[in-house]
């Protein structure tokens, strides 16, 4: 008997998004900077795509389209859906050492919780 796991990454509002790491072909996948204050300091970058790895708050939208909206909750929509693209709350890191030669996405913070360590 064999036991396959699989690591998937979504949510209920953007399922999907990867498998395994490695991002789904209909999903465009970009990280944004992830802005707070850090000892005192305001506006300080956290995280940036321009980092190495690449690290920020995970942004995705469908290749072909489509999204889902919050019932009746027209402030949360705005808050998540800017521009056509669906902000995770997520922070990722993009992995570019894989020996397939795909691009693997890990995620390794939440920005809520960066806001309780670092904005308060």
Known sequence: ???????????????????NGVVSDDV???????????A????????????????????VRRKRGGRTSYWKRPELDAKVWQNG??????????????????VRLRVIARVTSLEEVYWH
């Open 85 to 102: 693209w669906y902000h995770t709350g997520d922070v990722g890191e993009l992995d570019y050492t894989s020996v397939k030669g795909e």
């Open 40 to 59: 005192g300091n305001k506006n300080t970058v956290l995280y940036s795509p321009d980092s190495h790895p690449p690290r920020g708050e995970i942004v």
């Open 1 to 19: 008997n064999e036991t396959r796991v699989t690591d998937s990454y979504g949510s209920t509002e953007f399922p999907g998004i990867s498998t």
């Open 28 to 38: 465009e996948l970009k990280l944004v900077e992830v802005i707070g204050s850090d």
